[in-house]
């Protein structure tokens, strides 16, 4: 099972970057595929969680309305297109894999991508 994110880089206030994750090994169907984020000296938090088994998808209240996930099960890709981004967002993205339904716990996610990282700043 690999996951490899991309699409991180430096925009300034008010841009937009797209995220990709490249996944292989797996069913995308089984799993639900996430997307969190990591500051220097913070733990994980979860961005967004998308099962494709029950269709359904979740977003932190900071990024509501600004971000969007998805997912090509036929490229096995899964994206996330950020919106009006803030210099509160800038950290390190990561995309990870869990088996079954959404959740918020890092620890339920077996399979990791490497971190993109994304920075807001003008």
């Known amino acids: 099972v690999q996951l490899q994110a991309s699409g991180g880089g430096l925009v300034q206030p008010g841009g937009s970057l797209r995220l990709s994750c490249a996944t292989s090994g797996f069913e995308m169907d089984r799993y639900a595929i996430a997307w969190f984020r990591q500051v220097p000296g913070k733990g994980r938090e979860g961005v967004s969680c998308r099962s494709r088994r029950d269709g359904s998808t979740f977003y932190t209240d900071s990024v509501k309305g600004r971000f969007t996930a998805s997912t090509e099960n036929n490229e096995n890709m899964a994206y996330l297109q950020m919106n009006s981004l803030k210099p509160e967002d800038t950290a390190v993205y990561f995309c990870?894999?869990?088996?079954?339904?959404?959740?918020?716990?890092?620890?339920?996610?077996?399979?990791w991508g490497q971190g993109t990282q994304v920075t807001v700043s003008s």
């Open positions: 990870a894999a869990a088996r079954g339904l959404c959740t918020w716990n890092p620890e339920d996610f077996r399979y």
